[in-house]
């Protein structure tokens, strides 16, 4: 994606915000510090018991089909990502009266050794999809939570409203009108002013990840009233040059790092707030 500012010589002419955040990137331990936030643990592999891997393994080597399967319908994981699997696993008759789909679903195992397919399902749990209540369990060990009714009523201090996804959204769009789908993972209030925002954790281009980007600055985009609206964004974004040396330029990057409106890392979030004061 094409730049408009010189992210290496302008960073002045950036949102604040959005500059502190890639200065904290540039200038300190960023991943270590982030872990605050996003604590991720070690990715383990997930044992599969012995006497279940011999059958795998035996079924699998002498092309006994659906043996193979009914084991693997007894598994949590699969030994890759087959768009199907979920109906073959969990509906009824459909892997009797689909032979055809059962049939490509065994070749693409087999094109694995048996090894390989039990190596596969005792892979380690990709990390990225532990990392959506994170911040959740982070601001609320971080911050002050107060309940609806001593939020709603509170004039001085930072406080995070303490209530169900339903309460909050509920509040959100009739006392604040703000119309939104579900309740932000950011309801803050300063003294007398609101702040909400959305978070994401995004580790790379592309794909559901700029997707992501991209909802956070249509969240953003649509400021209603007196309600501060934030982005809190980590990961990715706040890089500016690869290991070659060359400046990034990703969507995802670009549209962050140039985005007018107030984006920032969690590790700047208390700063923002306290700056409302």
């Known amino acids: 994606m094409e730049r408009t500012i010189d992210i290496e010589n302008d960073l002045d002419d950036l949102n604040q915000w959005v500059r502190q955040s890639i200065e904290l990137f540039q200038t300190t331990p960023y991943l270590d510090n982030i872990n605050e936030v996003y604590p991720l643990q070690i990715a383990a592999p997930e044992r599969i018991d012995g006497t279940l891997r011999r059958r795998i393994i035996m079924a699998h080597q002498a092309r006994r089909t659906n043996e193979l399967i009914d084991i693997l319908k007894g598994l949590v994981k699969f030994p890759y990502d087959e768009p199907l699997w979920y109906l073959i696993k969990s509906i009824e008759g ?74 909050g959204k509920t509040f959100i769009n009739r006392e604040l009108r703000q119309n939104l789908k579900k309740r932000p993972d950011l309801v803050a209030k300063v003294n007398s002013t609101y702040v909400i925002g959305e978070a994401k954790w995004i580790g790379s281009p592309g794909g559901n990840q700029d997707k992501q980007v991209e909802e956070v600055l249509d969240f953003c985009r649509s400021q209603r009233g007196g309600v501060i609206r934030v982005g809190i964004i980590d990961g990715f974004p706040w890089a500016i040059k690869n290991t070659n040396g060359s400046v990034i330029n990703f969507k995802a990057a670009v549209q962050v790092q140039e985005s007018e409106y107030d984006i920032l890392s969690a590790l700047v979030l208390e700063n923002y707030l306290n700056e409302l004061l």
């Open 94 to 167: 459909c892997q009797d009266s689909n032979p055809q789909q059962i049939q490509r679903i065994a070749d693409s195992l087999y094109a694995m050794t048996a090894e390989e397919t039990v190596i596969r399902l005792e892979s380690a749990p990709k990390l990225n999809t532990q990392m959506g209540p994170m911040f959740n369990s982070w601001l609320r060990e971080k911050f002050d939570l107060l309940n609806i009714d001593r939020f709603r009523s509170s004039r001085r201090g930072i406080y995070i409203l303490d209530s169900s996804e339903e309460e």
